[in-house]
Nanobody
Framework: QVQLVESGGRVVQPGGSLTLSCAAS????????MSWYRQAPGHQREWIGT????????NYADSVKGRFTISRDNAKNIAYLQMSSLKSEGTAIYYC?????WGQGTHITVSS
């Protein structure tokens, strides 16, 4: 079963940008959709977006559309979540997911 490890979370100022990575443990990564989620304190986990195995098609939640971009490098078994114009409500733990497998999450704090 593939394992997923997110990285890149840190403190960022409102309006700032940040890119997260999700590294997969094996090449099955390239055959599966890849999704990103986030969970803010006191809130349910929220879907951010999903990209198809080749990255040709990606859907986003309305809350992040135009500000977040999901991409992937199947040769490296890595997916990315590029975020811009971050808002304070972006403070959350961010997770990547394939099938039923979740990463451990990486934490972002949006604060001045």
């Amino acid at each position: 079963q593939v394992q997923l490890v997110e990285s890149g979370g840190r403190v960022v100022q409102p309006g700032g940008s940040l890119t997260l990575s999700c590294a997969a443990s094996d090449s099955s990564f390239g055959t599966l959709n890849m999704s990103w989620y986030r969970q803010a304190p006191g809130h349910q986990r929220e879907w951010i977006g999903t990209t198809t195995p080749t990255g040709a098609y990606t859907n986003y939640a309305d809350s992040v559309k135009g500000r977040f971009t999901i991409s992937r490098d199947n040769a490296k078994n890595i997916a990315y979540l590029q975020m811009s114009s971050l808002k304070s409500e972006g403070t959350a733990i961010y997770y990547c997911k394939q099938m039923s497998v979740w990463g451990q999450g990486t934490h972002i704090t949006v604060s001045s």
